[in-house]
């Protein structure tokens, strides 16, 4: 596609020259696109209504549009993630595993941008803000691709933001934002290999297997969260009620939302009905195995397809298990790799359950709440990555780079 293309010889000029420029000037380009974001906040507001607006009237779920809504406090923690990212170290010209050779060889390895990086997501135009910014500092330009529900508000951010980098002396190519919302543009971005070097999907589980299934630019592949919070026979019970409902009902429609609930069945008869009862008064529908229904009549008989499901509402799956490897057992099999916690006054049930599971973030009597680039001090996230390799859990500044090979002699050959 052609507006594709010219992004993306845009995007790799600006690449060459973000690459190269030093700590202060990318800091003081996010310092200003964070002014910005103060000063032009009622322009994107006004935008991001229209997007929900127009939601509304497609019928879009009230998840999503809680995903797509944007308010003066929402854009004031955009500015201060943007801040932060500010505040960090610099990972660009770190040399690290510095090292002789016999022969006289010093060889170290650089750390370096990626290039130009790819984003595709979905309603969530905050992320508009949060990839231009850490792509900025860790020296990379991007091409963002967002969702036609969020096209507005994010058309309205990247515009403040390639505003600021101009006011700061950088391309405003630095950041670009596909105009193109069909399905044609986000195939066509996935196969960019001339212009792209990576490429990141952020969205649902059906957008993040289109991205793996047909990209031929490498892609790096971000997760969808069916997160477990498992409570122990030795659990403090009003610590895990306050757990549970903080993981479940304090944002339901995110990905480190809590989706399933464990319990053991030593405090299953107990625990069950105080805890069901107050998801219950938050306006969670419980969905239950055969002793969970019998517990609390009211539950919803689960059916096999429901351990595996994200929900990213106010639901909640519930299941009873004999003992804590049963819990381990059944989240490996049907967690997404994301975020899980155990709630448990066990030290050894506790480093148990961390050895055990298989995932970006592994808790013990803490919310999964807390899997973000913004809790973890990384200021924002480009995502949280459930993949193996390169980088894993909430990807900050270093998830953005590579390194090479810097070797300097004095006249050796071979």
Known sequence: MEELITKGQSAKKAAAVLGTAGTNTKNAALHKIAEAFSKKAHFILEENQKDIDSARKNGISEGLIDRLTLNASRIDGMAEGIRQIAELPDPIGEVTGEFKRPNGLH???????????????????????????????????????????????????????????????????????????????????????????VIIPRGGAGLIRSVVENATVPAIETGTGNCHVYVDKSADLDMAERIIINAKTSRPSVCNSEEKLLVHRDIAEEFLPRILTALTEKSVEIIGDELVCKVFPSATPATSDDWGTEYLDLKIGVKVVETIDEAIAHINKYGSRHSEAIITESYGNSQKFLESIDAAAVYVNASTRFTDGFEFGFGAEIGISTQKIHARGPMGLKALTTTKYIVRGNGQIR
């Open 107 to 197: 060889i170290g390895e650089m750390r370096v941008p990626l290039g130009v990086v790819g984003i595709i997501y979905e309603a969530r135009p905050n992320v508009t803000a949060d990839a231009a910014a850490l792509c900025i500092k860790s020296g990379n330009a991007c091409i963002l691709r967002c969702g036609k529900e969020a096209h507005k508000s994010s058309m309205a951010i990247t515009k403040v933001i390639r505003e600021a980098l101009s006011d700061a002396g950088l391309p405003a190519d630095c950041v670009n934002l596909v105009e193109d919302t069909s399905r044609e543009s986000a195939l066509a971005l996935m196969k960019l290999n001339d212009y792209l070097d």
